[in-house]
Antibody, heavy 115, light 110 residues
Framework: EVQLVESGGGLVQRGGSLRLSCEAS????????MHWVRQAPGKGLVWVSR????????TYADSVKGRFTISRDNAKNTLYLQMNSLRAEDTAVYYC?????????WGQGTLVAVS | QTVVTQEPSVSVTPGVTVTLTCGLT?????????PSWFQQTPGQAPRTLIY???SRSSGVPDRFSGSILGNKAALTITGAQTDDESDYYC??????????FGGGTKLTVL
């Protein structure tokens, strides 16, 4: 079964850091671009970042550029999002998503709350 | 800054065909934007319906279809059902590695 499982969310103070993880299974992880998408409470989906299958290319939304870093470990089938200098407006459910251009698979999400 | 536009809310009667659209504040949507459509019910993760303009994701009923209509991407639900009442989001690739979601459409079926 194709699956994405996020972890690492929680409550953090403003200015703090958190690292999210997304473990993939059921497909060849290294063949796919992987994305992070977030959704603030009661709001819409917002694209955050993406990384190429081999980890050589990454792109960020302007709102997180310079604060968030996406990375991956293909040996562990895991995608990461390092979030630094967190702000109240970063409070959201963070979803790991397999390439929207190729029948996106979504994880169940992990909640990040910045107080 | 280019924004992706969607109707905030749409209402439809059961059995009727409805089309939701996804546009750009600057320019036209084309297949090179790889438009994809997602359905989300409260408290759940989104579910992929359509990807790359008109490819239906596995398990999605064939009453859902995607296309380019004029200068926008479109999601058509042929014969809407009460179970289709959800939030619908589109996403577009804008180039230079950047993807942007629309604000979502709340579909009411009654």
């Amino acid at each position: 079964e194709v699956q994405l499982v996020e972890s690492g969310g929680g409550l953090v103070q403003r200015g703090g850091s958190l690292r999210l993880s997304c473990e993939a299974s059921g497909f060849t992880f290294s063949n796919y671009w992987m994305h992070w998408v977030r959704q603030a409470p009661g709001k819409g989906l917002v694209w955050v970042s993406r990384m190429s299958g081999d980890g050589s290319s990454a792109t960020y939304a302007d709102s997180v550029k310079g604060r968030f870093t996406i990375s991956r470990d293909n040996a562990k089938n895991t995608l990461y999002l390092q979030m630094n200098s967190l702000r109240a407006e970063d409070t959201a459910v963070y979803y790991c998503v397999r390439d929207p251009a190729l029948a996106a698979i979504w994880g169940q999400g992990t909640l990040v709350a910045v107080s | 800054q280019t924004v992706v536009t969607q109707e905030p809310s749409v209402s439809v009667t059961p059995g009727v065909t409805v089309t939701l659209t996804c546009g750009l504040t600057s320019g036209s949507v084309s297949t090179t934007n790889h438009p994809s459509w997602f359905q989300q019910t409260p408290g759940q993760a989104p579910r992929t319906l359509i990807y790359s303009t008109n490819s239906r994701s596995s398990g999605v009923p064939d009453r859902f279809s995607g296309s380019i209509l004029g200068n926008k991407a479109a999601l058509t639900i042929t014969g809407a059902q009460t179970d289709d009442e959800s939030d619908y989001y589109c996403v577009l690739y804008l180039g230079r590695g950047v993807w942007v979601f629309g604000g979502g459409t709340k579909l009411t079926v009654l």
